[in-house]
């Protein structure tokens, strides 16, 4: 399954008619607003945050960094949706010997590439709440990694994407971030704060606060499912992708799979503690 959400709903809603308004000039229109300089968005060095990159590959395990800059942050062709985009992501590597931490950081907490554009298609408004300590071990991780590989090309956008952007249905991640489209998820104090951290990995796919989606090529439950899930079936859920009752349950399978397989026990436990904190706001209206 497509990992780009926000473009494959275009494509799904089959409004290729519309794209006659790209070759009818809209080209040059969407070339100007997919590279316009998203206003000033000062990054952060982060000095005084010693970066780990073990921790760093943990973080970035969980948040999919892998999946599309490939596993030795080389970049790659992750997808392509025909009449929508082809996605490449940028080699990491090459990236980082030419920048600094804090064009890193405005990259990924921001969503603003080290050449000051906007970034569309790297999810940074599901990034923008790491912590310092998570941001300043991803780029540890980044830096680590040897430089090398080829410069991939820049993802190309086809006409119903670009129509869809300049329609404002699709907006870039500064703009999502800038119109606070992404708040943090609320805090239910110091008990539940890692549970909270870890939870953060899962905003990208079950909504901004946890809520689910629907109406799109995603449709993912509200995560007070996860309030009544049996510990023990839990854990195997997130370690293994099969859900209570022995079934496998499609992307999220695959997801755990991928993503987070390696959580440690303690992890488990304090993500469900935070996700039955949140359960329980819930339930009681607050
Ligand atoms: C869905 C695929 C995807 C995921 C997940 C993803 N990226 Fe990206 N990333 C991209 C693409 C594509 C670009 C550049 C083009 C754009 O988005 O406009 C990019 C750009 C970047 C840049 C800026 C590069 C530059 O030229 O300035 C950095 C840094 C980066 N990613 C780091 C990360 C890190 C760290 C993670 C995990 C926390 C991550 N990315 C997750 C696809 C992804
Ligand atoms: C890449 C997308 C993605 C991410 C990230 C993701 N999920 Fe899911 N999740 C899904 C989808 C899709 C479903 C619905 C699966 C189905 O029923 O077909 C789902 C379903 C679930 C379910 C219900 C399983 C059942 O019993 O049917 C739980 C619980 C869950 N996810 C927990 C999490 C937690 C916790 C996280 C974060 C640590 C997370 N998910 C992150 C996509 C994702």
Redesign the pocket.
């Known amino acids: 399954m497509s990992?780009?959400w926000k473009w494959a709903a275009w494509a799904a809603a089959g409004v290729g008619g519309l794209a006659a308004v790209v070759v009818l000039g809209g080209f040059a229109a969407s070339e100007v607003l997919l590279r316009a300089p998203p206003g000033h968005v000062q990054g952060r060095s982060l000095a005084g945050v010693a970066g780990d990159a073990d921790r760093g590959r943990a973080?970035?395990r969980r948040?999919?960094?892998f999946?599309?800059?490939a596993a030795n942050l080389q970049g790659r062709l992750?997808?392509d949706i025909p009449g929508v985009v082809v996605?490449?992501?940028?080699n990491?590597t090459l990236?980082?010997a030419g920048?600094s931490d804090a064009?890193?950081e405005r990259?990924?907490r921001h969503?603003v590439?080290?050449?000051g554009?906007?970034?569309?298609?790297?999810?940074?408004a599901a990034?923008s709440h790491?912590t310092d300590q998570e941001t300043a071990d991803?780029i540890a991780?980044?830096r680590a990694a040897p430089a090398g590989g080829e410069v991939q090309p820049?993802?190309k956008l086809r006409p119903m994407a670009r129509v869809g952007a300049l329609l404002g249905l699709f907006k870039?991640?500064p703009a999502v971030i800038a119109a606070h489209a992404n708040p943090e998820l609320p805090d239910f104090g110091p008990a539940t704060s890692e549970g909270r951290d870890l939870a953060r990995a899962c905003v990208e796919c079950h909504g901004q606060s946890l809520g689910g989606v629907a109406g799109g090529p995603l449709v993912t439950p509200d995560l007070t499912i996860a309030a009544a899930y049996d510990p023990e079936d839990f854990r195997r859920l997130m370690r293994t992708g099969v859900a209570a009752g022995g079934r496998e349950v499609g992307l999220m399978t695959a997801v755990a799979r991928n993503r987070f397989s390696d959580m440690s026990d303690a992890d488990v436990a304090a993500l469900q503690a935070y996700l039955k904190a949140r359960a329980d706001h819930k339930i009681a209206g607050r």
């Open positions: 990992r780009l973080v970035a948040y999919g960094c999946d599309c800059h992750f997808d996605a490449y992501a940028p990491l990236v980082a920048h064009d890193l990259a990924i969503g590439g080290a050449d554009r906007p970034l569309w298609i790297m999810p940074s990034f790491l991803l991780l980044i820049r993802f870039s991640e």
